[in-house]
């Protein structure tokens, strides 16, 4: 950088020198007139965050900027938006910070205070060899990052939020409701029905057959037995009918003898048998 790339900072360091007592003091001039030079004003020093028009914006370093040895709180405006700015003398650190009111954006630079202001009293580079090095340092690591988030906050605010799809609830099949996986129906894949034994002992609505096969068209083995005036009763099976029919023997189906079920129990005794 040329001598003239750093106009204004000797007018403005001739109004403060006197009252210069620290090497921080450097520091910190230096940054207001960096900050200045970037179109910020001064609006006094101390914490408030309100801002009212009635505030007189300056370039000049405010009355009491360094009265708190090695704690500095300086105030600003730039584009009509409020920054606090803070310094700190950590023990020959200085960790200056800068925090934008309004979105609350908040940057800071480092600087080892010996290593870097070597005068108390002087021209700027006589001051601060290599402020330079400083400046690009203030530009990258304070006005930077709180300029960039204060953007990215504003592009993310105006971009059109995402169409919302609505979420259909898709539910897997419940095997026992398929006949576990065997096609079903009457003039499918499986015709007799197979896929469906069975199934009516594991559904808890009751749907689908139990345990005794079932072929299509509702056939039941024991159903379809000869009752009175029925057909004839399927070879092997037993059926035990619930009473006479009309004009044939009650018991078709015994072999002669006492029906067992008549039988009393074991130590019975009625008067009248």
């Known amino acids: 950088m040329s001598s003239a790339d750093y106009y204004g900072f000797e007018s403005i360091y001739k109004l403060v020198e006197a009252a210069v007592q620290a090497k921080s003091d450097v520091l910190v001039a230096i940054i207001h007139w960096y900050l200045t030079k970037n179109a910020f004003r001064n609006v ?16 000049l370093l405010p009355d009491g900027w360094n009265s708190n040895p090695k704690s500095y709180a300086l105030r600003y405006v730039n584009d009509g938006q409020l920054y606090l700015l803070h310094g700190v003398d950590t023990g020959g650190l200085m960790v200056v910070n800068l925090v934008q009111v309004k979105s609350l954006s908040a940057s800071n630079v480092t600087y ?19 402020v330079a090095t400083v400046l690009d340092r203030v530009r990258k690591e304070l006005l930077v990052p709180v300029f960039e988030s204060n953007k ?8 059109k939020e995402p169409e919302k799809v609505e979420r259909v609830d898709v539910r897997p099949a419940n095997p026992l409701l398929i006949g576990g996986g065997v096609p079903v129906g009457r003039f499918g894949s499986d015709p007799l029905g197979v896929g469906n034994v069975g199934r009516g002992d594991l559904d808890p609505f009751g749907r689908g057959g139990g345990m005794l096969f079932q072929p299509p068209g509702g056939f039941n083995p024991l159903a379809d037995l000869r009752r009175p005036g029925g057909s004839d009763i399927v070879p092997g099976a037993r059926f035990d009918p ?11 189906f015994r072999q002669p003898g006492p029906d067992p079920d008549h ?5 019975y005794d009625d008067m009248f048998m």
């Open 242 to 252: 619930f009473g006479p029919a009309v004009g044939q023997n009650p018991r078709p």
């Open 263 to 267: 039988l009393p129990p074991p130590g």
């Open 152 to 159: 990215k906050d504003g592009e993310t605010q105006t971009k």
């Open 44 to 59: 006094g020093i101390g914490d408030d965050k309100t801002l009212s028009d009635s505030e007189e914006q300056s370039e």
């Open 112 to 130: 080892q205070i010996d290593e870097t202001v070597k005068s108390l009293k002087g021209s700027i580079t006589k001051l601060i060899p290599e």
